[in-house]
């Protein structure tokens, strides 16, 4: 939806598309744009700056995933070696087994916190009371307003072995366990983090769309005799369906973008077998064992994933809804 | 279900709310059941959501012996301020907690003036180039070069230990942009007409009649970034290698760190840094729980705005 009225590149050179007024091409037209417009250039010209170095320079110094790296030296990297890296992390097995936790950390986030938000939203939709649904409102937002570490400060202060998680699991006659260390928990305690920290956000788009719902549309079918489960069904669903296509397609593409940071507090070795994830593992192999072109390697095509996953979700969507990003 | 035709339905703003009242004539059992477990539900997912906090309250002011027993839940037991006591005392928590205040500050207004300045060039539909502007701030939504190429650029700049590496490489958030942007499209065309014709430059314009006029989404947009860089950490943690440079947030991150490779040694040494960190935890969360309720709704409505029309 923020994307939408993105207006494609203009190529240099060519007349702007919102400038019709101004016909002449080529030279002259900036020039005359420049001396004109002058001052409204000059705000641009930090942000620009912003922009190529910070992010298109990085973007450009991914190069080293195909160059070999030599610290102190150019950040560009010094001689071509071509996919030398890229058959490397192709052999490495441990790369495919952080690419497996990857898809499967961000397919488990996906299917479970994805659909969340919209039930949360269509429940507090049916509420009348307004004071109540304002209080849920504002308790549920709350979360997102928490730094990582606090939200993994909390997950270890609850799952630790005199937390609450293990003071229920005495209580219902079970052992306590030490979630943290323990591979096979770590999937459940990453997306229940997620959950509680971004379902209640999440519905702030849902409610939205919800309250542009036609009026008429609920009067009509109640004189057909639909009731409140049918008209949910038959009106409410298709009325937020396209913000639903929108966020899944941003959902989709952040697929394997699995949040590092999060990860990155969380586990420890003894949950790397499921936990380690591509970002986490790019990190380990660059900063910590100091293979910088390799990591890059990994890291781009990581991006690359992301990239082709948004590309394709937002194809898929308009070919079946109709409604895409762009 | 007949009742409700004769209802007369108003257009309000909360049209949820008025089709809850077009109803209240008369209701189906099978819906008020639902009312009272759709009720119960969200109570359970309001209460759900605040028990990390009530818990870190009450462990913050509990001793550590009912700690330990796994006795505290919303409730401090055996209340003491000792820890408390503990971390404030701590010079290396205040000094952290300073560099917090210090980067959130200087981080917010460089974002601000960048963010601002650049959101009203793009506004303009006169500004030859527009488009081109506009496309390459959305690429680097989709596509970004990656942990290791941005590390080097940091370093290769000399920014390693000093507050620019935190601050200079998310000066600008393309979300924000785009709400500030669409925000100063839907600025009156007439008002900067007027304003132009008097003799006002496109300094004199931006300064005076539009930032003035803008107060509002301004004050959304300090929000957004002041709480993006105040719970931020990781930047600090890969470029600061001096423990009196570190954000609270690093300060924290360290606290856990070393309490979970203690777990699995032995539980004395886990109830002190559980304790430690609940008071920690506590101090950083406390400014953003206290505003929250007030600035709830700016945050809200800036999130419609960048989605509604970006």
Redesign the interface.
């Given at each position: 939806m923020s994307l939408r009225t993105a207006a494609p590149p203009v190529p240099l050179g060519q007349p702007d598309v919102a400038t019709p007024a101004r016909p002449q091409p080529g030279r002259e037209g900036w020039a005359r744009a420049l001396r004109k417009d002058w001052r409204l250039y000059s705000l641009a010209v930090l942000p620009l700056l912003f922009f190529l170095i910070f992010k298109y320079v990085p973007m450009a110094g991914a190069v080293i995933a195909f160059r070999r790296f030599q610290p102190g030296g150019s950040i560009f990297g010094e001689e071509w070696v071509g996919l030398y890296y890229v058959e490397r992390f192709i052999q490495d097995p441990k790369f495919w087994d952080t690419f497996a936790n990857t898809a499967i950390i961000g397919a488990l986030t996906l299917v479970v916190v994805f659909p969340l938000p919209v039930v949360l939203a269509l429940m507090l939709n049916e509420v009348r009371v307004r004071w109540f649904k304002k209080a849920v409102q504002t308790v549920s937002y709350l979360p997102h307003f928490m730094s990582v570490v606090i939200v993994a400060g909390f997950v270890f202060e609850l799952t630790s072995l005199d937390g609450t998680v293990n003071k229920i699991v005495e209580a219902l006659g079970g052992d306590p366990v030490s979630f943290m260390q323990r591979a096979e928990w770590f999937r459940t305690i990453y997306v229940s983090s997620e959950v509680w920290q971004t379902v209640g956000w999440g519905t702030i788009l849902y409610l939205a769309a919800l309250t542009t719902i036609d009026e008429q549309l609920y009067e009509a079918s109640r004189i057909d005799g639909a009731n409140r489960w049918k008209q949910t069904w038959h009106i409410t669903l298709p009325g937020i369906r396209p913000t639903m296509m929108v966020l899944l397609i941003l959902n989709i593409g952040q697929f394997m973008a699995v949040g590092f940071e999060k990860v990155f507090l969380l586990y420890n070795p003894l949950t790397y077998p499921t936990a380690d994830v591509l970002s986490t593992y790019v990190y380990r192999v660059g900063l910590t064992s100091g293979q910088l072109s390799y990591a890059t390697a990994i890291g781009l095509f990581e991006a690359l994933i992301g990239l082709v996953l948004v590309f394709a979700a937002n194809a898929i969507s308009r070919r079946i809804t109709g409604s895409s990003l762009w | 279900?007949v009742n409700?035709?004769l209802d007369p339905?108003s257009?309000g703003?909360?049209?949820?709310?008025?089709?809850?009242?077009t109803?209240?004539v008369k209701e189906?059992t099978?819906?008020r059941v639902?009312?009272v477990l759709?009720?119960v539900?969200?109570?359970l997912?309001?209460l759900?959501?605040?028990?990390?906090?009530l818990?870190?309250v009450a462990?913050a002011f509990s001793s550590q012996g009912y700690?330990?027993?796994?006795e505290v839940?919303i409730f401090p037991r055996g209340f003491n301020v000792t820890t408390f006591q503990g971390v404030v005392s701590d010079p290396m928590f205040w000094i952290n907690y300073k560099n917090t205040v210090v980067y959130t500050v200087v981080a917010t207004a460089i974002a601000m003036?960048?963010?601002t300045?650049?959101a009203?060039?793009?506004s303009?539909?006169?500004?030859?180039?527009?488009?081109?502007?506009?496309?390459?701030?959305?690429v680097?939504?989709?596509?970004?070069?990656?942990?290791?190429?941005?590390?080097?650029?940091v370093n290769?700049l000399g920014f390693k230990n000093t507050i620019w590496a935190i601050v200079?490489?998310n000066?600008?958030n393309v979300?924000n942009l785009?709400v500030m942007k669409s925000f100063f499209d839907n600025f009156p065309q007439e008002l900067e007409e007027a304003a132009s014709i008097d003799g006002l430059?496109?300094?004199g314009v931006?300064f005076r009649v539009v930032l003035p006029l803008s107060k509002a989404v301004i004050a959304t947009m300090i929000l957004f970034y002041a709480?993006q860089f105040?719970?931020?950490?990781?930047q600090a943690y890969?470029y600061f290698d001096q423990r009196d440079l570190y954000p609270v947030?690093?300060y924290?991150?360290n606290l856990?760190a070393a309490?979970?490779?203690t777990?699995?040694l032995g539980?004395d040494a886990?109830?002190i840094a559980?304790n430690v960190?609940?008071v920690a935890?506590l101090l950083?969360?406390l400014p953003?729980?206290c505003l929250?309720?007030f600035i709830?709704k700016y945050?809200?409505s800036g999130?419609?705005l960048?989605?509604?029309?970006?």
């Open positions: - | 279900m409700e035709v339905v257009a703003p909360d049209l949820a709310a008025v089709r809850g009242s109803t209240r189906t099978g819906y639902f009312t759709n009720t539900a969200l109570t997912v309001g759900l959501t605040l028990y990390p906090f818990n870190l462990k700690i330990a027993a796994g839940n003036v960048l963010t300045s650049f009203y060039a793009l303009k539909p006169q500004l030859k180039g527009r488009g081109l502007l506009v496309g390459m701030a959305l680097t939504m989709l596509y970004a070069g990656g942990l290791i190429p941005n590390y080097l650029l290769a200079l490489p000066a600008i979300f785009l430059t496109t300094y931006f709480v105040w719970n931020s950490w990781f890969l947030t690093v924290l991150r856990l309490a979970t490779s777990e699995s539980s886990v109830q559980s960190q609940s935890m950083t969360v953003i729980v929250y309720p709830q945050f809200v999130v419609m960048g989605s509604v029309k970006g």
